[in-house]
Every structure is written in C-alpha cells, then in structure tokens.
C-alpha cells in the first residue's frame, strides 16, 4: 500500500466571481521515502493541493476524490480527526516561516507543543526533545535560545525552527510549499540541504513543491508539472528533465534563468499569463498561450498519454510536436 495515494482530487473555491476550480482532477501515488516535487506558475494551484493533504483549506472549499494517507481516507475527515495527523505523521514548512510559528510563544514552547499534544511528552522531557531538534536543525547555542521568541531570530534560523517543529513528531511525510523562496540566496542552499539530509537521515516521504527547476532536479525523484490545477506532465525527475514533451513544460524551462545565473531567481514568464481560475477554459488550460494551439485544443480537456516510464502527458499535439522539435535540433 502506498503511504499517499491521491486520485482525481477537485479543489473548488469560493471567489469574488463565484466558484472556481482551483484543482481539477489531480492524481499521484507517494511510496514511503519516496520524494516528489510540484513545480508551476505561480497560481496554477500547487499550495492548493497540498492544503488539500493538510486539511488546510479555506473553510468555503469543496473537496471531492479521495486523499488516502496510510490507507486512511483524508476527505470527508472532521477537522478534530485532520488535526491527529497533521503535525504528528504529516509535517508541512511553509514559505514563509511566521506562517507557522506564534510571535507570542517561546520557542521551546511551540516546537514542544506538537511533542505534548501528540506524543503526550511533559514539559521536561518535551524540552530536551526541542533542544536536540534544535541542535539538528543548526541553531547555534540552542540551549541558551529555548525561551527566545521567534523575532530573535533571523529569517533563515526562523525556517529553520519551523523545519523543527514540522519535524518534532517524526511524520511519515513532509511537505514544504517554496521553503526557500524567502530567504537570502546564500540562505537557500543551506535550508535545501537541511531538508534532503533529514528526509534521507528519516526515511520520511517528501513533497517539495518549488518554482526553481534546479531545486527540483536536486532534490526529487519523480515530479508533476501542474498547469491551471491540472497535471499536464508527470514522471520520474530524469524523464520530464530529459523529455520535456508538454509545450508547458518546455516553456518552463525556455524561462529558466541560464546556468551559473544566482539561484533562486524567478521564472521569466512564457508568453501570456496564468489566466483567471474562473476563466479558465473548458479543454486544455494552455489552449491560447500555447503556440501549438488548433480548434480542438479547445474542445476537451486532453486526457493523460503514457509514455514510456510511467511518463504521463496531457496534450493531443504530442506526435506533431516531437516531429517539430526533431526538425529543428
Ligand atoms: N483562499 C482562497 N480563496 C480564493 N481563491 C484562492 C484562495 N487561495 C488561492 N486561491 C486561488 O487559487 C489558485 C491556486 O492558488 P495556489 O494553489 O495558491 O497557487 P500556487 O501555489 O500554485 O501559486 C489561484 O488562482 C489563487 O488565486
Ligand atoms: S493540447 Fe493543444 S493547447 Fe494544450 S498543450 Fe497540447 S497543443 Fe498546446
Ligand atoms: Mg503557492
């Protein structure tokens, strides 16, 4: 049994212009260990998705599909019954740290609070249990800063607290939504490989969802590139890498700062924007934007071609789309 296995999962959203689909049918399996990153445009629903996981939405969301965690069904789960699973088998860091921590709170005090209330730890020994995720996490002198508060800490050791306390119950999953696009780039690298070396060190199963390609390559086996809350191509990092198929995903990569630009620089945008949740069209999201675009891109929203390696693609342009590529390299 897989630990996550999500399938045709809907997100709908109330907007100021009424409903909206914000995740349109999106479908993925996460074995134990296994790391997968969600890369897109911003506003293609990649935080939705894993709110979604979290029982993190909005309260006005519609979910439908299923979500099923260790073989339990998520959707349709009571908020008392998503809070046993989130912060103690499902740890998420979030892009920006404060998210996640209380600026009234110690820090030994909030990093312990999952520890207490899940674990049933006491004060004490919740408090040596901070410390060493403190330690492992790499901020200096832990011991004298347990009764610190988050703002005496500098943005890149508040991610760092916040990585802790996503850790504190040891979860079976982690998700981080862009957890380093706030920090300093010299910042970014060191909070990266915080995160690899622990989901290595703990055998947790990873979620990263990143805007920045050179993340993802580093950091994941598999990925999806979404697209107006579809899926448009998916598969192990190395094949979508090498590939490439969807003409989404090669814009993505066109966009792409060129090597040895400082990392972290966001993508150039591909011609066109992120249209409107509202708006979006009824057959392929990309329908317009796309350079390939005929009348019957229009008429349906592609369904999934397999190719090979468990390499999915949804557009019905793929063969004229290869040939033209063959053409011109
Ligand atoms: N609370 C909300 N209410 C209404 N619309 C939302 C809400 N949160 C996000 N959205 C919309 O849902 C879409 C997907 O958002 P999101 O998942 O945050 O995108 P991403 O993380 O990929 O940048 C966007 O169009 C965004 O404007
Ligand atoms: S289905 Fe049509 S619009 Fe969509 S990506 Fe393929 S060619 Fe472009
Ligand atoms: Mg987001």
Request: hydrophobic content about 40%; glycine content about 10%.
């Amino acid at each position: 049994m897989p630990l996550l296995e999500v399938q045709d999962l809907h997100v709908t959203l109330q907007t100021q212009r009424g409903p909206a689909e914000a995740v349109r049918g999106i479908g993925f399996t996460l074995e134990r260990g296994e790391t997968l990153g969600i890369v897109g445009e911003s506003g293609c629903g990649k935080s939705i998705t894993v709110q979604s996981l979290m029982g993190l939405l909005p309260s006005t969301a519609k979910v439908s599909g299923s979500i099923r965690f260790d073989g339990t069904e998520l959707v349709g789960r009571d908020e008392k019954a998503m809070c046993q699973i989130r912060g103690n088998r499902i740890g998420m860091i979030f892009q920006e740290p404060m998210t996640a921590l209380n600026p009234v709170h110690t820090i030994a005090r909030q990093v312990g609070e999952p520890l207490r209330l899940h674990r049933g730890l006491s004060g004490a020994q919740a408090r040596k249990e901070v410390l060493a995720l403190l330690d492992r996490v790499g901020i200096p002198d832990a011991a004298s800063r347990l009764d610190a508060y988050p703002h005496q800490f500098s943005g890149g050791q508040r991610q760092r607290i916040g990585i802790a306390m996503a850790l504190a119950c040891g979860p079976d999953l982690l998700i981080a939504d862009e957890p380093t696009t706030a920090l300093d780039v010299t910042i970014q690298k060191q909070i990266l490989e915080l995160i690899q070396g622990l989901v290595a060190e703990r055998g947790m199963a990873l979620i990263l969802i990143s805007h920045d390609l050179g993340v993802i390559a580093q950091s994941v086996s598999k990925m999806l590139v979404m697209y107006g809350g579809s899926v448009v191509e998916s598969g192990p990092t190395e094949t979508v890498f090498a590939e490439r198929a969807h003409p989404y995903t090669q814009g993505l990569f066109a966009a792409r700062p060129a090597l040895g630009a400082p990392r972290g620089i966001r993508l150039a945008t591909i011609r066109g924007s992120v249209p409107e949740l509202v708006d979006l069209p009824p057959g392929c999201p990309f329908a317009g934007r796309c350079k390939y675009t005929v009348d019957a891109c229009h008429a349906i929203r592609p369904p999934p071609t397999i190719l090979r390696h468990e390499h999915a693609v949804r557009c019905i342009r793929l063969e004229e789309i290869a040939a033209e590529g063959a053409l011109a390299a």
